[in-house]
């Protein structure tokens, strides 16, 4: 019996990290959109997986933000091609997940360069991960490009220790990763194996709400507004109340996952990731 116990544990953590790293989404493509947010910024967005991504127009070039998996890669290029036929000079990647990166390799035999944290790119060579970035940063950077301007900034832990957030200041525009992900379809995912904390999040985007802007890129979902990046902003520390008040409380770790999943919408995958993390977090 433990050996089936055990089997079963470590299948659950191999399509956990499947997930992460697009061994389980990522074989086929995903059907693309292409959404204009203005006339120079658009997003290359999909239902649920691989992430959002974001491209600004200029007439040097093209800056992307996140390039999904590999597969989607050709789909990607495609989808740009409506709109611009300029060459791709920057991809920006706002963590290391492979549903954010997994294109880098080959915008990277186009000529693009890679940009992320230095904690981004440490977890893409750790993991071996094809197109570690060509630039990184420990706090913030920024990047001109054709008379425009993208301010990238590292705020702190959340969905992972490496996320940054790229800030459009000329469009009040913000691509936020998974730092915030809109939809019940995909809640907050707390990524402890790669450095997340629950508990750090929420003073993590109260630095980047900060910033002033109106429209907010999620990670995964629709475009949406600022005000939508406070009400995530809310629940993720609302997680971390129930979750410390649930153990004050004595309750059982399986008491904490069935809350999770009703008031919180947590998946298996969520659970598997997270669960043990956060209640050892919030003790």
Sequence with gaps: MSKRITLATTLLVA????????????????????????????????????????????????????DKY????????????KVTKAPIRYVVNTHYHGDHSGS???????????????????????GKQPGPADLTFDERMRIRLGGKRVDLFYRGRGHTDGDIVAYF?????????????????????????????????PGTLDKVLQLDFDVVVPGHGVVTTKEEMQRFRTSTQTLVNRVREMKTQKKSRDEIE??????????????????DGVIKEVQ
């Design 258 to 275: 069935q809350m999770l999943r009703k008031e919180f919408k947590w998946a298996d995958l969520h659970v598997q990731m997270g669960l």
């Design 15 to 66: 399509l956990a990290g499947a997930y992460v790293y697009g061994q389980q989404f990522g074989k086929e493509p995903v059907k693309l959109d292409l959404v204009k947010v203005q006339d120079d910024l658009y997003v290359i967005h999909n239902d649920f997986v691989p992430g959002n991504t974001t491209a600004l127009i200029t007439n040097d070039g093209v800056l992307l933000v996140d």
């Design 70 to 81: 590999e597969v989607d890669y050709a789909n990607v290029v495609a989808q740009l091609r």
């Design 169 to 201: 200041p000329q469009h009040h525009v913000l691509a936020a990763g998974d730092l915030f992900a809109f939809g019940d379809a995909t809640p907050e995912l707390i990524d402890y194996a790669g450095g997340g904390s629950a508990l750090e999040w």
């Design 104 to 126: 880098n390799a080959k915008m990277q035999a186009l000529g693009a360069r890679v940009v992320s944290s230095e904690k981004a790119r440490e977890r893409l060579l750790a």
